[in-house]
C-alpha cells in the first residue's frame, strides 16, 4: 500500500510581505505634476496679451487730452464727464439696463417653461423641435434683421425698445431653452411624484420641489440672456432711430467718426460699457460656471 505524505502549505504572515518602495516627492512630481514652468509661462503670456489692452484703456481714459504719458498722471475724469453729460452715456446707459433686464426676465421665464416641457414631457416632433433648436444657433443674427425689420414695421414697433427687447429674447431663447431642459432632467423625477402623492398638482410641485433646484441654472441663463443684450449692437443699431432711445453700444460707435476720434472719450465709455459686466460676473461666477456644465451634461 502505497501512501502519499500530505503536503501542508504554511501561509506567509502578511507583516511580513516586504511593501514595495514608496516614491519620493520628486519621482511623484516627475510622472504627476508638470514642471511649474510649463504652467506660468502660458498663463503669463496671456496675461500680458489679456491685461495690456485694459491697461490701455484706462491710459487714455485717466490722463489728460493731448498727454503722451505711459502713466496716467496727473490723473483726471474729464473723459468720463465728457462721455455721461455731452455724449448722453446717462441716457444710453439707462435704455441698456432696461432693455438688459426686460431680456433675462423674458427669457428666463419663456426658456423655463419651454425647458420643462423638453425635459418632462414626450411628444412626436420631439427630436425634430430639438434639432431646429440646434439648427438656429448657426443663423448668424445679420440674415433676421429683413424679416424682423419687416414684422416690426407692420406692427408700428420701429424705434422702440420693445422691439429690441423681442429680438433679443428671440435670439436667446434656443440656447436658453436646451440649458434648461438638461438642467432639469437632472432634477429626479420622483420628486415630483412624491409631491404629486402629498396632493401638489404639477404647477405647485415644480415650484416648491423643482424650481429651488435650478438656481444655478437660471442664473446662467439670465447672466447671459442679460450680458448677450448689454453687448449686442446690431439690433439696437438697426431698429432705433431716435438718440434719446439708443443703446450703450450704438453710443460708443457715435464716438467715432471719419475725420477723427476722441481717444479719451471712447476709452472712457468703453469702460462705463464694462463695469456693469464685470460686476455681474464677478458675483455669479460660481453659479455660472455650475450651471452651464450641469445643464450641458444630458441634451
Not at 20 to 39: C, N, V, Y
Amino acid at each position: 500500500m502505497i501512501t502519499k505524505e500530505a503536503t501542508v502549505i504554511v501561509p506567509t504572515p502578511v507583516d511580513d510581505v516586504p511593501e514595495p518602495p514608496r516614491p519620493t516627492r520628486k519621482q511623484r512630481r516627475a510622472w504627476d505634476e508638470a514642471p511649474r514652468w510649463q504652467i506660468y509661462l502660458p498663463l503669463g503670456i496671456y496675461l500680458v496679451f489679456t491685461l495690456i489692452p485694459f491697461y490701455w484703456i484706462l491710459l487714455f481714459a485717466l490722463r489728460p487730452a493731448g498727454s503722451t504719458s505711459l502713466v496716467p498722471w496727473p490723473m483726471t475724469f474729464d473723459h468720463f464727464d465728457k462721455v455721461w453729460t455731452e455724449r448722453s452715456f446717462g441716457t444710453y446707459f439707462e435704455n441698456s439696463i432696461l432693455v438688459g433686464l426686460a431680456t433675462l426676465v423674458m427669457t428666463t421665464l419663456v426658456a423655463l417653461a419651454g425647458g420643462y416641457a423638453l425635459a418632462r414631457f414626450d411628444f412626436k416632433v420631439k427630436r425634430a423641435f430639438m434639432l431646429a433648436l440646434l439648427c438656429s444657433q448657426f443663423v448668424p443674427g445679420a440674415l433676421l434683421l429683413v424679416p424682423l425689420f419687416q414684422i416690426f414695421a407692420e406692427l408700428q414697433m420701429i424705434n422702440s425698445l420693445g422691439a429690441v427687447i423681442i429680438a433679443e429674447t428671440v435670439f436667446q431663447l434656443p440656447l436658453s431653452m436646451i440649458l434648461i431642459s438638461g438642467f432639469i432632467r437632472n432634477v429626479p423625477y420622483s420628486l415630483e411624484e412624491a409631491a404629486w402623492v402629498d396632493g401638489c398638482n404639477r404647477l405647485t410641485a415644480f415650484r416648491i420641489v423643482v424650481l429651488p433646484l435650478l438656481r444655478p441654472g437660471l442664473i446662467a441663463v439670465g447672466s447671459f440672456a442679460f450680458v448677450h443684450s448689454w453687448n449686442h449692437f446690431l439690433f439696437a443699431l438697426m431698429f432705433l432711430s431716435d438718440q434719446s432711445k439708443q443703446t450703450i453700444p450704438v453710443g460708443l460707435n457715435t464716438l467715432m467718426s471719419a475725420d477723427s476720434v476722441d481717444l479719451g472719450a471712447l476709452a472712457a465709455g468703453g469702460i462705463i460699457a464694462a463695469v456693469p459686466v464685470v460686476i455681474v460676473f464677478a458675483f455669479i461666477q460660481k453659479w455660472l460656471i455650475t450651471g452651464f456644465s450641469a445643464g450641458a451634461v444630458k441634451g
